[in-house]
């Protein structure tokens, strides 16, 4: 079975940057596309950037346009999320998910991690 492991959030100042991973173990999951999302403090899950495993194309949500960046590096099994200029809003847990559509909808993706803490001081 396929686990999803987010790692890299942390508490920082806005302005400031951090650089999300999502390393992925076990059997390896068939399907082609890879997902951030974030649950802000009393809000639904927003997806936020996705990207596809073979060509890399990636989209991204208004809220995150130009600040954040998805990449991927199949041989390591690893999606990133770079975060930059990041904004109180900002603030959240940040989850990772492997799905077959190329949507920033959460219903369609099968395989999630745990997530990670993100906050954003001002």
């Known amino acids: 079975q396929v686990q999803l492991v987010e790692s890299g959030g942390d508490s920082v100042q806005a302005g400031g940057s951090l650089r999300l991973s999502c390393a992925e173990s076990?059997?390896?999951?068939?399907?082609?596309?890879r997902g951030w999302f974030r649950r802000a403090p009393g809000k639904g899950r927003e997806g936020l950037a996705r990207i596809y495993t073979g060509t890399e194309t990636r989209r991204y949500a208004d809220s995150v346009k130009g600040r954040f960046t998805i990449s991927i590096d199949n041989a390591k099994r690893t999606t990133y999320l770079q975060m930059n200029n990041l904004k109180p809003e900002d603030t959240g847990i940040y989850y990772c998910?492997?799905?077959?559509?190329?949507?920033?909808?959460?219903?369609?993706?099968?395989?999630w991690g745990q997530g990670t803490q993100v906050t954003v001081s001002s």
């Open positions: 998910a492997a799905g077959s559509l190329g949507s920033l909808d959460s219903a369609d993706y099968g395989y």
């Open positions: 076990g059997a390896p999951v068939r399907t082609s596309v």
